[in-house]
């Protein structure tokens, strides 16, 4: 998403790091590795054969991650899977849970593709809460078990489309958002709802950088049919995982019709509003990033083209280019909200 100069770009960003990675895991594991963590979890119903549970991904057993605490672990016990259709399930390859956690935009912990994944170790995410503000019945700040505990969670396989042109299949782990919103009853003025990430200097060398670009906090937002679509989700979890840093623990939105900037991590504040909110990219750049941000093959980046976009993890000998679908293939769900509505305009 950045504009840089040829001579900053080094050759990891160029070939993407997983090729790298892949190439050397495969020279000293071999087979042994393949079936391990890539081709288990690429294919639904191997993944459910090895694991004899009703999910349809799992995080590789030697990945998994310890539990953030013990109430979060008993919520993680029983976890409703994704169905066999769309929308909540594609039977596009999954991206394997390597390089979901490891190729990775969260500019708090830098701005390289690995940066969020090498640099989150020392995050915290326990305590945590949730401040609530603006236009509901409910105000307040709320712990994330409060939070969390009247849902029930679930599986969903979800295409994820960056802005950046690359894609991937991730089996999330979570709760549809407009139960969360619901709770604090909304009022009528609530027309948009706007989040925030949290801000932890401390264990953030993005946030530290001087060359950071973005103004702390990150900052995203919906207008509220938006957010109250069945597809728009609350994820904790990936692979039937708790949600690891890189990718947004504790809590983290996903809005799989619209561009992957739309999706904020580490969320610590829920504002409903009259007015639409201002957001990140959209503030950076308006005439690159919209607020909207629905994914469209026809309107394309000032930059680049949308209409094609590189699914990952790609390989020294593969290549996958595929093509971008109107609202990421979720259009019978949602364009809808949008009919009356110049696409090219509001972008
Ligand atoms: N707080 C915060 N949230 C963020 C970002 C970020 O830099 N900071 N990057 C966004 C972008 S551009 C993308 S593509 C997705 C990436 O999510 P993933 O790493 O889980 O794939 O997170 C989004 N959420
Ligand atoms: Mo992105």
Not at 13 to 42: D, H, Q, W
Not at 102 to 130: H, L
Request: net charge neutral; glycine share 6%; hydrophobic share 35%.
């Amino acid at each position: 998403m950045l504009i840089k100069k040829p001579a900053d770009i080094k050759p990891s960003e160029i070939t993407p790091e997983t090729v790298y990675r892949n190439r050397r895991e495969f020279m000293t594991e071999g087979g042994k590795l393949l079936l391990g963590a890539g081709l288990a979890s690429a294919i639904p119903s191997l993944a459910f054969a090895q694991n004899g549970d009703k999910l349809k991904a799992r995080a590789p057993a030697n990945l998994t991650r310890t539990p953030p605490s013990a109430w979060m672990k008993d919520k993680f016990a029983d976890i409703k899977a994704a169905p066999d259709m769309e929308p909540y399930f594609t039977s596009e390859a999954l991206t394997p849970y390597t390089d979901a956690t490891r190729y990775n935009n969260f500019y708090e912990f830098g701005m390289d593709k690995g940066d969020p994944s090498a640099n989150s170790s020392e995050f915290k995410t326990d305590p945590w809460s949730v401040e609530i503000t603006g236009e509901v019945g409910k105000p307040g700040t709320y712990t994330l078990e409060d939070i969390l505990k009247p849902h029930a969670l679930e599986e969903r396989i979800y295409r994820h489309r960056c802005v950046e042109a690359w894609s991937m299949v991730i089996p999330w782990i979570g709760f549809p958002l407009a139960d969360l919103l619901k709770r604090f009853e909304p009022t009528a003025k609530a027309k948009y709802v706007e989040f925030e990430t949290i801000v932890q200097p401390d264990t953030m060398p993005g946030i530290r950088s001087r060359f950071a670009i973005v103004r702390w906090p990150y900052r995203e937002g919906l207008r509220m049919d938006e957010a109250m679509n069945p597809l728009a989700f609350m994820a904790v979890g990936i692979y039937g995982d708790y949600m690891p840093p890189q990718n947004g623990a504790p809590m983290r939105l996903i809005v799989p019709w619209k561009y992957g900037f739309k999706g904020i991590k580490s969320i610590v504040k829920i504002n409903f509003r009259e007015t639409q909110p201002h957001t990140t990219w959209n503030d950076l750049q308006a005439n690159e990033y919209g607020f909207f941000a629905n994914v469209n093959p026809n309107v394309h980046h000032p930059r680049w083209r949308q209409d094609m976009e590189r699914r990952l993890p790609q390989t020294l000998f593969s290549r996958q280019y595929i093509e971008t679908k109107l609202f990421n293939g979720y259009a019978e769900q949602v364009a809808s909200l949008y009919k009356d509505m110049d696409l090219a305009r509001y972008y």
